[in-house]
């Protein structure tokens, strides 16, 4: 089984453990770590990570310092990364890209269209329907990063490193439903890189 890191950017636990069950679900061990409690050496003590949601705006300077061991261990680790939301936001901070306000808040199932193939999406159709739940979005992409899709809302609805296993979703995968279970199915694309 792969243990994978999961960091709680939530100021509670209790919207994190979605997200820490999917993961089970799909094969995973989950370690749980705070985002005070992060280091390039703690990500790589494990076979993945997955950077969660949060409420902050990482356009907002003292948010921007509030996580900046995380971007940094982001940076610095070897580790398999998957930001989620907000930590789709932080991984594109990390390297460089702006994170700005959208026009409108968004909290719904959207259309998310599949631009390239990618192990992130295998097995998956090109048309799936996410949960986007957010008020800021990644402007552009990050320097050498691919955009894996886009979505009704979100020009950039997922990106990828261009050599490392490293990914960022603005949606919210571990909020699917039995008519919509494509974030399920994302999640276990994820934890099936590891093995």
Same mark, same amino acid.
């Given at each position: 089984?792969?243990?994978?890191?999961?960091?709680?950017?939530?100021? =509670?636990r209790e919207r994190v453990v979605a997200l820490e069950r999917c993961l089970q679900k799909n094969?995973?061990?989950i370690v749980p770590a705070d985002l005070r409690d992060v280091s390039p050496g703690r990500f790589d003590s494990c076979d993945g990570v997955v950077l969660s949601g949060s409420p902050d705006m990482m356009s907002n300077p003292k948010i921007i310092m509030k996580f900046?061991?995380?971007a940094d261990a982001v940076l610095e680790s070897k /580790?398999?990364?998957? =930001?989620?939301?907000?930590g789709h936001q932080l991984v594109a901070h990390?390297? =460089?890209?702006?994170?700005v306000k959208d026009a409108r808040e968004v909290k719904e199932m959207v259309e998310t269209t599949v631009l390239r193939e990618d192990p992130l999406f295998a097995r998956l159709p090109k048309s799936l329907v996410l949960m986007?739940?957010?008020?800021?979005?990644?402007?552009?992409?990050?320097? =050498?990063?691919?955009?894996? /899709?886009?979505? /009704?809302?979100?020009?950039?609805? /997922?990106?990828?490193h261009p050599t490392r296993i490293l990914y960022g979703v603005q949606f919210h995968p571990e909020r699917f439903t039995k008519a919509h279970p494509e974030g399920d199915r994302v999640l276990g694309n994820f934890v099936r890189?590891?093995?």
């Open positions: 089984m792969v243990k994978v890191l999961v960091v709680n950017n939530y100021p =509670g094969g995973a061990e900046q061991q995380e /580790a398999p990364i998957f =930001g989620v939301c907000f990390a390297y =460089g890209a702006q994170v986007e739940s957010r008020y800021e979005v990644v402007k552009s992409l990050p320097d =050498g990063f691919s955009r894996l /899709a886009r979505s /009704a809302t979100s020009k950039i609805a /997922a990106m990828k890189m590891l093995r």
